[in-house]
């Protein structure tokens, strides 16, 4: 398994910069906290969607038994627990809130559900 996080992270040196970075978890929760609750409703959009992707991409890796995190698959999680999951995570290890928010809800995922027959 930390194989693919490894390969993952080096793709990620590796691309181009783009004109509008991801924001970091420290940006996102600012933002977050500082939005009026009709406007907290598109952060919690970008954040679903976001772990909607990771869960894909962990759904394929489930068919080879290489998925990256194992979830129960009686959870579901809302988008506040995502968002708590970034900010205990963020406050737990503050380098962590430095990263790009959706790196950083793959890499909690992996380490609140991680698998036993870890790879």
Not at 17 to 45: C, H, W
Not at 50 to 76: D, K
Not at 99 to 116: D, R, T
Request: glycine content about 4%; proline content about 6%; aromatic content about 10%.
């Amino acid at each position: 398994m930390w194989r693919y996080v490894a390969t993952i992270l080096i793709a990620m040196t590796q691309m181009p910069v783009a004109a509008v970075a991801e924001p970091s978890v420290n940006e996102f929760l600012k933002l977050y906290d500082s939005a009026k609750p009709d406007g907290r409703v598109i952060f919690e959009l970008a954040i679903r969607h976001t772990f909607e992707g990771i869960a894909w991409v962990n759904a394929y890796l489930h068919r080879t038994n290489q998925e990256l995190y194992c979830a129960p698959s009686q959870i579901a999680l809302l988008d506040a627990q995502l968002i708590d999951m970034l900010r205990r995570e963020s406050k737990a290890f503050p380098e962590n809130g430095k990263a790009p928010y959706g790196l950083a809800l793959l890499l909690v995922s992996i380490k609140s559900f991680p698998c036993k027959n870890s790879n």
